[in-house]
Each structure stands twice: as C-alpha cells, then as structure tokens.
C-alpha cells in the first residue's frame, strides 16, 4: 500500500481505497496526486514565510491546490459508479 501522497488521503479519507487503488493502476492519477502533495506543502511553506513574496505565491499556490483537488475529485467520481455494478 502506497503512504505516498498522504495529503490527498487526509482531504478524502473516506476514498482511501479507492485511491490507492487508482495509484497503483493510473500512473496519470499518481502524477495528480503528487502534484498535490507537493502543492499543499509549498503551501503550507509560503503561508509560514515573511518574505515580500509569500503573500503572492500563497495565492498561486491556494489555487493550484484548489485546482488539482478537482481534478482528483473527478477521477473518484467517476470510478466509483464503475464499483457499484
């Protein structure tokens, strides 16, 4: 089983399963979800920094989060109909 990325299972704990399912069989699925993680960590950096550009890349950041937890979302969604057959 797969710990790695760990924010996307903390945003959906309740898909763990299926995420760790799509990682293992979706190497696109996997990218998004490092992707993400590696996002929500840049995030969480900028939003701790006091430089003059944090304020900027903390928005650049938020968005892309936003953005890649849609496009996982989807991915879910549309596999689990799929399950209930």
Known sequence: MNV?????????PEKTHTINFLMAEDPEFLTLCEDHDACVDALQYWAESETSEAEARVNEYRTLVRELRQEIAQALA???????D
């Open 4 to 12: 790695k990325p760990r924010h996307i299972k903390e945003r959906f």
């Open 78 to 84: 549309a596999l689990e109909p799929q399950w209930l």
